[in-house]
């Protein structure tokens, strides 16, 4: 393994060290419990709004803590979930008189980590409540998840409802937008390599030459099937078929098109990838008002894509262009 890592058991710690320093007017690292937040955070005025899940798909989730996205982020090590106690703690100490609302990505970690640390925050008074992502569409059930897993549709979920809560939307509001922007969003990915977690030194799971993993899960879950190696035309066509078949999707909609890298793609690659799909979805009559490129949420190194839609209307289009500032930011 070719990485820059020191201890592996600190790579979590000394990558959110890193993220603080790189911002030390906007974000405030919590070491005792991986906590990246906002240093004007809580802000009586707003709903805080708080993400988890394992670390290792960056950029998601702690360097899109910022104004008009996420006021806090808690990560456990790399794939596994945040223990109770950080997501308790975090709640506590990002406690607004709003409310705090849970943004969490289907799996079963997840879920019964952020379950338990609600209910121990509202034993001491603090206001929560939860919303699910569960935007992929390449399984309905695994061994990780407890229904379809969370993805890169997460990022839309996130964008709509800390646009919202910025602009001084209540708890209720949040709920209501989130579950809306996940119910039109769809995501479906697959893998041209495996990743490798830092703590294993090794692939997570062995794909040939010539092989490619279709579905795959961002942890490396086993995907729809393993096939011989496609032309990037052919792996957009079926990602996109699975993905506009699902809610459908239907000639004359608006939607987002994202299309997200897995942490070893070249972004010449995805916008490759991009400008098929764009002309795969105006050929089916859907029409692509907004799109995002990059890597949104990755799988550490993995080689690999996800197409993500969501379908959008005056509202939703309103939220994803609302101001937001993050950690990672341009010239």
Known sequence: MKKFVNDPKLYVPEMLKGIALANPDTLRYVPEYNLIMRVDAPNPDKVSVIQGSGSGHEPAHVMIVGRGMLDAACPGDVFSAPPMDYVLETSKLLASPKGVLHIVNNYTGDRMAFEMGQEMAEAEGINIRTLIVDD???????????GRRGVAGNFFVIKSVGGASEQG??????????????????????ALTSCTPPAKGSPLFELG??????????HGEPGRRREKLASANAIVDELLEAVVTDLPYKASDSVALMINGLGGTPISELYLLYGYAHEQLARRGINVRRNYVGN???SLDMAGCSITLTRLDDEI???L?????IAIRTF
């Open 321 to 325: 262009a609302a101001p937001a500032e």
């Open 296 to 298: 949104y949420c990755t």
């Open 136 to 146: 992929d569409v390449a399984v309905k059930d695994s061994t990780y998840t407890v």
């Open 169 to 190: 939307a209540d708890l209720d509001e949040l709920l209501r937008i989130g579950n809306k922007v996940n119910s039109v969003t769809r995501t479906m990915g697959m």
């Open 317 to 319: 289009t309103n939220l």
């Open 209 to 218: 030459d010539d092989e490619m993993e279709m579905g795959v899960g961002i």
